[in-house]
């Protein structure tokens, strides 16, 4: 039987440092590495509007420490932003909105350096997207001015920094993330319950040994012995009787499979005082969940056919680990072992001995890859630490903005002019068979009727005006009825925001800039159009 | 279509936007029910309470104040901690150890001019239907199921079908992580907390036994010095799981237990986590599902969109772990719901369990979720938790199986519990074959 040996030193007996009790709540989600992430992003908001959908979303990046942030807003503080922005107050009126916002947005958070333009040192964006430090991401909210939108996107691609535009108006509002290239995410935080992956089908030498060792005298085990084998190894055990009974085969399809079950679930010994056995009930439970043959999922099966134009994007960490995986998939027609065994019903003892058999196994996989990785040029500068979280996550590794950015795919050489109207052939397709389909309506209606005001920086346009606009961007869509009621509950707000709206759409948008920054969790791709009267999102790659 | 005209109530300049659509209909307003000239009017006078006044109750009161209501409760016995202020934005370092609800109050007020907002350091429970009768619309942030399910059966009892008045909205929202949901309750009419009760269904306990004797991950290690060293060695007289000096015992008695065994992972933040059943939130989902549920309440105060609830869509899920998803649905009433529904609701139990075993399962059971569960039968009496007289008395039962005590397949039985006094649970049970 392996021997494990546990290494494990003593964790240091102090309490948590006060920075620690502070985030200890977003901690349990994104872990220290996310909180450095965050601590060293530096963002831009270009406010403009009735401005509350910017700081909101400012609030919710503020609180949870991200490191800096600057605003700039050329507007002065009215009466109306009292009535819709809680970081401005009554003694703001007349000054400078940036400033204001500033103040009681810093207020929130000492750790957070937070500044505010224009001032008399930078008087407009161009001076401050040429004189500031690199912005990690920038923010800029509807309605904007056209040459200002034209200076963001240059620096954007200038920088690769990625921009998120928002617009609110009343009901409505959309968000959309433009990613300067695709955006790999490794720690993409899967539901646990889909990441069980036992390789019962392909064990190897030291896990059948293991099994065998524990099962070859099965009928002979004293009742406590039998009720505590852990169910992985009662399945390989029954797996090979039915190997034997079956030319070899293992049972493949969904008929086999509850025959199998059922000769698992009839093993269970009856004749004991609990009248079952818990671990052949967590055995047979798992016959169907867990007896796949390895396969390649989606999200990674497009990280390997991935094309890059960029030499400098291919060279970097992710993708000579990701070369590396595909080789070792080609090699073994596996992923590596994530290496986590679910909790089961088994003695103390015999579970860490088979949790020890697939940590080791999980370490030998890794190894591997991280020797590919060494062995490519420029690989000796890759973190091992970062191939073994590759190997934890590869089952769930996911590309985003995949044809929009530096690929070859003919999908990325479509103009977006020219996606809006395919995605807006396809909504109101979906949207003919919705009452048979029972699909929820296409809000994309909400995103034509908004997006048509995203320049209307000095007045508001009536549904008309706004019809007029998407006729252009859109042709056909305008005749569209929900369209047309989309233009004229846009026109109801008349530019202005609900705060509950911004709010909330504030709140979306600080999480996603939380994904993009930490590089945890999966962002959207690419546009999020929420609808405040039906009270539901879309998203939609637009 | 859109008329033009604006109906302000009161600074027009300074609520313009909201004027704008809360006083002129759009192409969804229901014209049966919206009034451009009084819906501004209503939200000046109409009470609202607000319940909780922490992750979610701060947003909820920034909110209503900046969506037109005047005249705001809110309720929450906490104080505030150091690990609130990484979304609890209207608490700053110095205010730790102050009420959350009246610091809160406080700030709200201080900002938004006009505003009243009237704050209770203390439990829903310590008021009665009188005080709950006052307010219009209840909005819900907090991170008890039993108290959701009190307020629930609280303002179903309230509704008089004569009073118009007696029927009061309940909003509520909830967030885990980067989830969430927000929900409309209309007592009585619209699915209630008690009818949606298996959709938060309690986290599976470990096996007793597991525990004591074949711990396997960090967790068993901590729930064992939790449970059971705890119990047996008592180093203080009783354990306050906010006190770090308790935890850090823990934590060294589960770092013990896991050495024994070869268990790694014990570490003090799962401990803590583990203790506590920490829930992880941060602002930015408190944002989204606050704002969802104070939405909903500025379209039920003005009627001037249609509200989740009336009648069709009532509860929104949020997730924002993969991309943004949204599910809208309409929860359906249940007729067996022992808060809203006339029948009792099915159990299935095994008839050689002892009365014990019936008692203790009510804990787990997504429906039923009761701790201290008091049992009657067609007038008989089979156990009760108090008075400890009649808990003496019937005692004895606890022993005896189902069988024995005459329980027959497709009985009911009436089950109470402290912690939701107006409530009789009724359920018919259901003989395992």
Known sequence: MTEIVMSQTPPILHGPSEKERKYDRQLRLWAASGQAALESANILLVNSGAGTVGAETLKNLVLPGIGRFAIYDEAQVEEADLGVNFFLDDSCLGKSRSQSLRDLITELNPDVQGTWYPNEGVKTLESLLADSPVFTA???????RLDQLSQLK??????????????????????????????????????????????LLTPWPELVA?????TKDIGGLDNFEHGHLPYVVILLHYLEQWKAAHDGKYPTTYKEKTEFRKVVQDAARTGNPEGGEENFDEAAAAVLKTLVPPSLPSGLKEVF???????????????????????????????????????????????????????????????????MVQAAPGGERVDPAEVDLFCKNAAFVKLINATGGGGSSSSSKISRADRLKSAAALEFANDETAAFTLAPLSLLPIYLALQATAHAVDKPLNADGILAVVAEQAPGAEQNERVVQAAQEVARAAGGELHNVSALTGGMVAQELIKIVTKQYIPIDNTCVYDGIVARCQVLRL | ?????????????????????????????????????????????????????????????KNLALSGFKDIHVIDMDTIDI?????????????????????????????VKGIKITPHNCKIQDFDEDFYMQFQLV???????????????????????????????????????????????????????????????????????????????????????????????????QLDKDDPEHITWLYQKALERAAEFNIPGVTYSLTQGVVKNIIPAIAATNSVIAAACCNEALKIASNCAPALGFPEANYMMYSGNDSIYTYTFKHEKKDDCPVCGQLARNMDVDPTWTLRELVDSFAARPEAQLKKPSVRAEGRTLYMQSPPSLE?????????TLVELGLEEGQEIAVTDPAFATVTFKFKLKFKQ
């Open chain 1, 210 to 214: 293991f099994a065998e060792g524990l």
């Open chain 1, 305 to 371: 056919e991935y094309e890059h134009s960029d030499p400098v994007e291919q060279r970097s960490g992710f993708w000579l680990i990701a070369d590396a995986v595909k080789q070792f998939y080609e090699k073994h027609q596996c992923l590596p072992l994530p290496g986590k065994l679910p909790d089961m019903k088994a003695q103390s003892k015999v579970y860490i001995q088979l949790q020890g058999i697939y940590k080791a196994k999980a370490r030998k996989d890794a190894a591997e890859i991280l020797q």
């Open chain 2, 139 to 237: 909005v819900c942030g907090l991170d008890s199921i039993e108290a959701r399910r009190w307020i629930n059966a609280t303002l179903v009892n309230m509704v008089d079908e004569d009073v118009e008045d007696s029927y009061k909205p309940l909003i509520d929202g909830g967030t885990e992580g980067f989830k969430g949901q927000a929900r409309v309750i209309i007592p009585t009419i619209t699915s209630c907390i008690e009818c949606q009760l298996d959709m938060h269904a309690p986290r599976a306990a470990v096996p007793l036994c597991t525990l004591a004797s074949i711990p396997r991950q960090p967790e068993h290690c901590i729930e064992w010095a939790h449970l059971i060293a705890w119990d047996q060695e008592k180093p203080f007289p």
């Open chain 1, 154 to 199: 240059a620096y954007g691609q200038q920088h690769k920094t990625p921009l998120v535009a928002v617009h609110s108006a009343g009901f409505y509002s959309y968000f959309q993330i433009n990613l300067p290239g695709a955006f790999p995410i490794v720690d993409t935080h899967p539901d646990e319950t889909a990441t069980t992956d036992l390789r």
């Open chain 1, 138 to 144: 920038i923010i800029y909210t509807h309605p904007i």
């Open chain 2, 83 to 111: 690990s609130n202020l990484n979304r609890q934005f209207l608490f700053r370092q110095a205010d730790v150890g102050k009420y959350k609800a009246e610091v809160a109050a406080r700030f709200v007020e201080k900002r």
């Open chain 2, 1 to 61: 279509m859109t008329s033009t005209e604006v109906h302000p109530a009161s600074e027009p300049a300074r609520w313009v936007y909201l004027d704008r659509i809360r006083t002129r209909p759009g192409p969804s307003t229901n014209p049966d029910v919206f009034s451009p000239e009084a819906a501004a009017a209503a939200m000046e006078t109409m009470k609202i309470l607000v319940i909780g006044a922490g992750g979610l109750g701060c947003e909820i009161l």
């Open chain 2, 392 to 400: 003496a008395q019937t005692r004895p039962n606890l022993d005896r």
